[in-house]
């Protein structure tokens, strides 16, 4: 079946500007999450979603960052004001609510702020 | 979750099994294991996990020690494919658990 999807691929903006990430997950995941990882680096969980409920946004770095989820399905991952700071790759992660430790991630979005 | 230890890099050449280990001593008792792996300029790939017995799927098996404490993940012919970065992740498998990524082993194969 089809896995998660992420667009756009790829992703250059300038700095001050707004972007916004999508993430399609498997059908009939209703945990879903963002990570970031920055080049040479781990990941760095962001948000959680159960449902349409986001029960843990701990990870946001900032205001800036903000996420929705619409249908228990598509999630928005915004990012106003980028800095070039933001510049990552951007992964988004959906599991069964009962195995949340097997998630099945998407290709990621690669954002470049200039 | 549990912290871990893993070699920082392991070499094979291809056709060849693999074993790449994990210690994770203060894993508590309902806690499973997970293993995940990078692959250049992707997103990471669940691989197998498990609980007490040794695991088998097409990707890989997963041998646990009977005290728990470490893990051993077997590729069991090495392929040019599988130059990834391994990373054993213990923890809950219920409830909210985001995936906390050590350094994992990164793996190079050699044709």
């Known amino acids: 079946g089809a896995g998660v999807s992420q667009s756009p691929s790829n992703k250059v903006t300038e700095k001050g500007k707004d972007v916004e990430l999508r993430c399609d997950p498997i059908?009939?995941?209703?945990?879903l999450y963002w990570y970031r990882q920055r080049l040479g680096q781990g990941l760095e969980f962001l948000i959680y979603?159960?449902?349409?409920?986001?029960?843990?946004k701990s990870g946001l770095p900032s205001d800036r960052f903000s996420a929705e989820r619409t249908g228990e399905s598509v999630s928005t991952l915004t990012i106003q004001r980028t800095q070039q700071e933001d510049s990552a790759v951007y992964l988004c992660?959906?599991?069964?609510?009962?195995?949340?430790?097997?998630?099945?991630f998407g290709p990621g979005t690669r954002l470049l702020v200039l | 979750d549990a912290k871990t230890t893993q070699p920082n890099s392991m070499e094979s050449n291809e056709e060849e099994p693999v074993h790449l280990p994990c210690n994770h001593s203060?894993?508590?008792?309902?806690?499973?294991i997970h293993w995940y792996r990078q692959l250049p300029s992707q997103g990471p790939e669940y691989v197998i996990h498990?609980?007490?017995s040794n695991v088998n799927n097409r990707m890989a098996s997963l041998a646990i020690a009977e005290d728990r404490k470490s893990s051993t993940l077997i590729l069991h012919r090495a392929t040019l494919r599988d130059a990834a970065v391994y990373y054993c992740?213990?923890?809950?498998?219920?409830?909210?658990?985001?995936?906390?990524f050590g350094t994992g082993t990164r793996l190079l194969v050699s044709p």
């Open positions: 992660a959906s599991s069964l609510p009962d195995r949340v430790k097997t998630q099945y």
């Open positions: 059908s009939g995941h209703t945990a």
């Open positions: 979603f159960q449902g349409n409920s986001a029960p843990d």
């Open positions: 203060t894993i508590s008792g309902t806690d499973y």
């Open positions: 498990g609980l007490t």
């Open positions: 992740i213990p923890g809950p498998n219920t409830g909210f658990q985001k995936l906390v």
